[in-house]
């Protein structure tokens, strides 16, 4: 499974972006999908999940309101809408497919297999 992450770039304060992660492979529907992000110095944390069928969306705090998580299970892809987005959004940003094929959403590095090569976001104050 290759996971291909893109949309990322430069952005203002307040500005959005549209995020998208491409999956390889025949199983896409079976699993749920996480972005995770980056920072420099800082360790790798969750930022959205997202169920097999897009029934449950789970968000980090950090985020909720402001980004939303989709998927479109015909094309292999998960996308993340970011809005109102802040200097502190700036990261790299990755999505994973969870090791399992579990109902549900799960928020912790641990509990995801494969990883994209990520996108930098940075906005500028």
């Known amino acids: 499974v290759q996971l291909q992450a893109s949309g990322g770039g430069l952005v203002q304060a307040g500005g959005s972006l549209n995020l998208s992660c491409t999956a390889s492979g025949r199983t896409f529907n079976n699993y749920a999908f996480g972005w995770f992000r980056q920072a420099p110095g800082e360790e790798r944390e969750f930022v959205a999940g997202i169920s097999r069928t897009s029934a449950t969306k789970y968000y980090a705090d950090s985020v909720k309101g402001r980004f939303t998580i989709s998927r479109d299970n015909a094309k292999n892809t998960v996308y993340l809408y970011m809005n109102s987005l802040k200097p502190e959004d700036t990261a790299l940003y990755c999505c994973?497919?969870?090791?399992?094929?579990?109902?549900?959403?799960?928020?912790?590095?641990?509990?995801?297999?494969?990883w994209g090569q990520g996108t930098q976001v940075t906005v500028s104050s």
């Open positions: 994973a497919r969870d090791k399992s094929l579990r109902i549900g959403v799960r928020s912790g590095r641990d509990e995801y297999d494969y």
